[in-house]
């Protein structure tokens, strides 16, 4: 495998503000084809283009809409993964666009800077879309002093996901694998083979576990140590050093690199440890992924700044309720996602807990739609430093309980539910997920699907 294509940098989309103040932002899933692998157009889809999707950008505080169009032969939705949103915003299998149909959600965005994703989430058929090609970043921006910050060149979005490319360079995938379809092929925004031109001593990875089944374990060839300084929803209190970092599917992480003039560096995948099992689910698997060169001259850059913010702790006394979660089979508390039943009535702005456990030995990890929480702990112990942060996406630990504490937003609707699931995306698809609403306080569960009262 020789790494000699220029990773592609998604374009940014920063939105047009429109006479109302909101910035708007277009989104087009369209079929395509796209050379994954040198020398082979792969059939796929994307948004505004053949495959992936424009990175999105907005601030804190902004009023934000979308224009979703979708131009592929079937149904498919868009959920902005990390998002604090109204319910009916949030992209889920409740809010399908038909072909041909558009779709204009908008909201306020009320939470800290942070690398958050969009991608489709269409009943039963999520694997398939992302698989395909549909997946970009949403940037929560805020600039903060000492930190790389210019995108695509000391802040580089990296989108990685593993594929099946068969001998015409088709994507394929295994039918019945345990975890579903784990690929060969890693592509780095969106190429196989890619590599990085540095131009600066330090670089900002954001990067993204985009696989919909592979769980990663990001390290370098030399073992380097980096900077860690960022979890799915937000930067950590302080950059955190080390020398590996795993993501499940759906997770995001922000690094930082320190690169010496002239040197070249390989990103590799690891074999990720504390799992049995863990040769048909790929954790055993060993991968590069790109490779970052160096300029022979880099722009100095500043030390990291020994703060980088202020987390509001949430505190276990606070928690009005405690509820079980767990993960076996194709199902969560011994059901399975029904469109139909809402499974859980939480009251707006409460603060709850969630025990999450998997308890069948296959890796699974848990999404929480429209929060952040926090990992009180797992199987008692304290969680490991690179949770000590937002999430939105963790992976479970076999057997063991984390106890996940969360505050809920204050967009009620009775109706209309949020989504929760494992997030390796065949198991969704088969109805590891199950659904809550936010309602005032005295409101009950709603009726699904737009039947109101
Ligand atoms: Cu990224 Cu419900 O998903
Ligand atoms: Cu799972």
């Given amino acids: 495998m020789t790494f000699d294509r220029a990773l592609p940098i998604p374009p940014v989309q920063d939105g047009v503000i429109d006479e109302e103040g ?39 505080g902004d009023h934000v809409r979308v224009n979703v169009t979708n131009r592929l032969g079937e149904a498919t939705s868009v959920h902005w993964h990390g998002m604090r949103l109204p319910a009916e915003m949030d992209g ?46 949403f940037l929560v921006d805020e600039a903060v002093p000492g930190l790389p910050s210019e995108y695509g060149v000391d802040d580089v979005p990296l989108i990685v996901q593993d594929k099946q490319l068969d001998g015409s360079g088709q994507l394929a995938t295994s039918g019945s694998a345990p975890v579903g379809t784990l690929g060969e092929t890693i592509l780095t925004n969106g190429v196989e083979g890619a590599f990085f031109d540095a131009t600066t001593e330090k670089v900002r990875l954001r990067l993204l576990n985009g696989s919909t089944a592979r769980i990663l374990t990001f390290a370098f060839d030399d073992e380097r140590e980096f ?37 070249d560096v390989m990103l590799q995948s690891h074999p990720t440890p504390g799992f049995w099992l863990g040769a048909p689910s790929g954790l055993s698997d060993r991968f590069d992924i790109m490779q970052i060169r160096a300029a022979p001259e880099l722009q100095p ?44 009535v939480i009251l707006a702005g409460s603060t709850e807990i969630w025990t999450v456990s998997a308890a069948d030995g296959f890796p699974h990890n848990f999404h929480i739609h429209d929060v952040q929480f926090q990992v009180l702990d797992v ?17 479970l630990e ?10 809920f937003g204050r967009h009620t609707n ?14 969704e698809d088969e109805g590891m997920m199950g659904q809550f609403v936010v309602v005032a ?13």
């Avoid at 702790?313 to 009005?320: C, E, F, G, Q």
């Avoid at 979660?325 to 399975?336: A, D, Q, T, V, Y």
């Fill in 22 to 60: 909101r910035r708007v932002f277009s989104l087009t899933a369209q079929e395509g084809a796209a050379e994954l692998r040198s020398g082979f157009q792969t059939q796929t889809w994307g948004f505004n283009g053949d495959h992936l999707g424009p990175t999105l950008r907005a601030q804190p």
């Fill in 92 to 137: 889920g299998p409740h809010q399908e666009v038909q072909p041909g149909g558009s779709w204009h959600p908008e909201w306020v965005i009320d939470q800290p800077a942070a690398t958050l994703w969009y991608h489709p989430h269409p009943h039963g058929a999520t694997e398939k879309h992302v698989y395909r090609g549909l997946a970009g970043l």
């Fill in 227 to 263: 900077a860690h300084i960022a979890t799915d929803g937000g930067l950590l209190e302080a950059p955190r050093v080390t020398g590996q970092l795993t993501l499940s599917p759906g997770e995001r992480a922000e690094v930082v690199v320190q690169l010496a003039p002239g040197e």
């Fill in 301 to 344: 850059a500043d030390d990291l700044p020994d703060e980088l913010a202020r987390i509001d702790w949430l505190r276990a006394d606070d928690a009005v309720t405690t509820r079980p979660m767990r993960l076996s089979n194709r199902s969560i508390n011994g059901k399975e996602m029904d469109m139909n039943r809402i499974d859980d």
């Fill in 379 to 395: 199987d008692g112990a304290p969680p490991a430093p690179h949770l000590r942060g937002w999430k939105d996406t963790i992976l």
């Fill in 398 to 407: 076999p057997q063991k309980e984390h106890r996940l504490i969360m505050r």
């Fill in 414 to 427: 009775p109706d209309v539910p949020y989504m929760y699931h494992c997030h390796l995306l065949r198991h």
């Fill in 441 to 453: 306080p005295g409101q009950g569960a709603g009726h699904i699907d737009g039947h109101h009262h």
